[in-house]
């Protein structure tokens, strides 16, 4: 993939994503049709071994906080990977 704008739907559970990217930043937006529908943030899973991360809930329609991650392909590096959610 490469630096653009994306659309896709989620022809099972009628869910529309459109995400903004760049190089190393993206901007998503996720549309469900179903009125009960929830989004689950799980900070403590990872492709690499590190399990750590931040979330705060800044009020009823915000969260944001971070995912520690790095090793990949062996290497010893860590970042943080931020993210800020409205509904």
Same mark, same amino acid.
């Given at each position: @993939?490469?630096?653009?704008?994306? @659309? /896709?739907? +989620?022809?099972? #559970?009628?869910?529309?994503?459109? =995400?903004?990217?760049?190089?190393?930043? @993206?901007?998503?937006? %996720?549309?469900?049709a179903?009125?009960?529908? @929830?989004l689950?943030?799980?900070? =403590?899973? =990872?492709?690499? &071994?590190?399990? %750590?991360?931040?979330?705060? /809930?800044?009020n009823?329609?915000?969260?944001?906080?971070? &995912? +520690? #991650?790095?090793? %990949?392909?062996? &290497?010893?590096?860590?970042? &943080?990977?931020? %993210?800020?959610?409205? /509904?």
């Open positions: @993939a490469s630096p653009g704008y994306y @659309a /896709v739907t +989620l022809t099972n #559970d009628d869910i529309g994503i459109q =995400s903004t990217v760049t190089e190393r930043t @993206a901007i998503h937006e %996720f549309t469900y179903k009125p009960n529908a @929830a689950v943030v799980n900070i =403590s899973k =990872s492709l690499s &071994k590190e399990r %750590f991360g931040y979330l705060r /809930v800044v009823d329609s915000t969260i944001e906080g971070y &995912k +520690l #991650d790095g090793g %990949f392909c062996g &290497k010893n590096t860590q970042h &943080k990977v931020y %993210f800020f959610i409205q /509904v």
